[in-house]
Each structure stands twice: as C-alpha cells, then as structure tokens.
C-alpha cells in the first residue's frame, strides 16, 4: 500500500512542476526598454525580453539590397501600426515590443532579422548619426548599459517605435535630449540600391566612337 502511496504523491508532484513551468515564472525576464524623459509623469517601465534565441537569430546578418522604392515601403509599413499597443513580448500586430516591432517589419519584407535587441545590434553594418536615413534602425541605452531598447528611422530626425511607457507604437524625434542622451549606435540593414542607367544599345557592325 505504501509504494502505491508515494507512486501517486510523486505524480502530484511533478504535475505541480509541469503547471509552474507555464506560470509567471515562465515569463522571459525583462530587459531595459524605453522610458519617458524625467519629470514626465509616468515611471520608466522595462520593455521585454523576447523568447530565447535560436542558432539562426544569432548569425550575422549583411545589409540586404532594397530597392529605394522598397525601403520607403518598409517605412511606411511601419507607420501603419501607429497606436498598436505595447505588449511585453509581443511581435504581432496585437502587441509589440520594441525588437518584436523592428522583427515583425522587415519580416514582411522578407527580411529576416533576430528577435534580441542585443543581436539586432550587431547585424547589417554600424553608420554614423549623421547618415541615418530612413529604414535604418537606431539603439539606445535606458536602463542597464548598451543596446537595449531599439526603432526605426523614419527621416526629418525621427523614429518609429514600440516603447512600454506609453503602451503604443509612437513616433519621437531621436535628436530630442532625452533619446541623444541615450543613442549608442545606428545600423544599416536595408541597403537601398537604384536601377542602373541603360546602356547604349551597339548595332552588329557599328563603330564605337573613340571619344
């Protein structure tokens, strides 16, 4: 009687782990997101950190040829989830956080990037403030030192993000005080290129001109 006793206190008990395992403390722990400038009245709340990475999230990742046209309609894919609430985790249209965001984007470009800020920092190839330009992505420090919270250059010193504090995608200017502060790098990934002008067309038994 006693074996069947703890056979059936053991099983209990590793159901209890199992039922844990998916409860709070599942929850990947937060890194550093964007808080408001001090004095704003609400309290920097942590962005989320995304699921573990994967082998593939973790490879670099070369700036990808775009057409110009294209870039812009990464851009304005963007801004089409102005107001789309912040989700701890998220990287869907019903809730991103700020890499889920820049994830989610390119993705629909076929562009596939990884989900960890710190990762997204290290692929397409690092540029200076002063030549960002749309598409490229921006890096800041809020919290804890480095890269860690993470949007998209939209033009006219702006960008497009997913920060916690407010709880929605929003567009700032990063040239503001409070994000120039903050700004530890820039990276290229979408590489715009333009058609190449058409050559003159050469007729069989045409003479090349020697100027």
């Not at 408001?36 to 009245?41: I, K, M, S, T, V």
């Not at 403030?129 to 030192?145: A, I």
């Not at 960008?159 to 700032?172: K, L, M, N, T």
């Not at 990276?187 to 190449?196: D, G, I, K, L, M």
Request: proline share 11%; with cysteine.
């Amino acid at each position: 009687m006693l074996p069947r006793v703890l056979i059936v206190l053991l099983a209990l008990t590793a159901g209890a782990c199992a039922a844990r395992s998916g409860g709070p403390s599942a929850v990947p722990r937060p890194f550093p997101g964007a808080a408001l400038p001090p004095g704003a009245g609400e309290a920097p709340v942590a962005d989320a950190a995304p699921p573990a990475e994967t082998a593939a999230d973790a490879a670099p990742v070369a700036p990808l040829p775009f057409a110009g046209g294209m870039v812009e309609s990464v851009v304005r894919t963007a801004m089409n989830y102005l107001g789309v609430p912040y989700r701890n985790g998220g990287s869907s249209p019903s809730g991103f956080d700020c890499s889920g965001f820049v994830q989610y984007i390119f993705a629909q470009y076929g562009r596939l990037i990884p989900r960890e800020v710190r990762d997204q920092y290290r692929i397409g190839h690092e540029i200076d403030l002063k030549e960002v330009r749309p598409g490229d992505l921006l890096f800041f420090q809020t919290v804890s030192r480095g890269a860690s919270h993470v949007g998209m250059a939209i033009g006219e010193g702006r960008f497009v993000h997913a920060p916690s504090s407010r709880g929605v995608v929003r567009v700032e200017p990063y040239t503001g005080s409070y994000w120039a502060r903050r700004f530890v790098g820039a990276r290229r990934v979408a590489e715009p290129v333009t058609a190449a002008a058409p050559r003159p067309a050469v007729f069989p038994g045409s003479i090349r001109s020697a100027r």
